[in-house]
Nanobody
Framework: QVRLVESGGGLVQAGGSLRLSCAAS????????MGWFRQAPGKEREFVAS????????YYADSVKGRFTISRDNAKNTVYLQMNSLKPEDTANYYC??????????????????WGQGTQVTVSS
């Protein structure tokens, strides 16, 4: 069982930066692939980024590639999402997710079996 708690969301102007954190409970954090997803009002949830168990491999949605960076610190049981050059279209509720199932990157939310409660990111123009 893994409990995930996101933090770091807020209001920022276009072009600004935010860093999201996701703290995980449990002793086996390094056994989980981790991902970030987002959902804007009236839209479906979409994949943002994922990272392998040891952080050696990352994968990004095209919409955030070059602007967002996912990382993890297994000693702190935490995964991060550094978001730079933010755009109004990045406005959404951002969710952290963990998967004990997958062995490679997966954009499908159904591959993740644990989810956080989300943190709101609002980018003003």
């Amino acid at each position: 069982q893994v409990r995930l708690v996101e933090s770091g969301g807020g209001l920022v102007q276009a072009g600004g930066s935010l860093r999201l954190s996701c703290a995980a409970s449990g002793r086996t954090f390094n056994n989980y692939f981790m991902g970030w997803f987002r959902q804007a009002p009236g839209k479906e949830r979409e994949f943002v980024a994922s990272i392998s168990w040891n952080g050696g491999s990352t994968y990004y949605a095209d919409s955030v590639k070059g602007r967002f960076t996912i990382s993890r610190d297994n000693a702190k049981n935490t995964v991060y999402l550094q978001m730079n050059s933010l755009k109004p279209e990045d406005t959404a509720n951002y969710y952290c997710a963990a998967s004990s199932i997958i062995r490679t990157h997966d954009r499908d939310g159904r591959a993740y079996n644990y989810w956080g409660q989300g943190t709101q990111v609002t980018v003003s123009s």
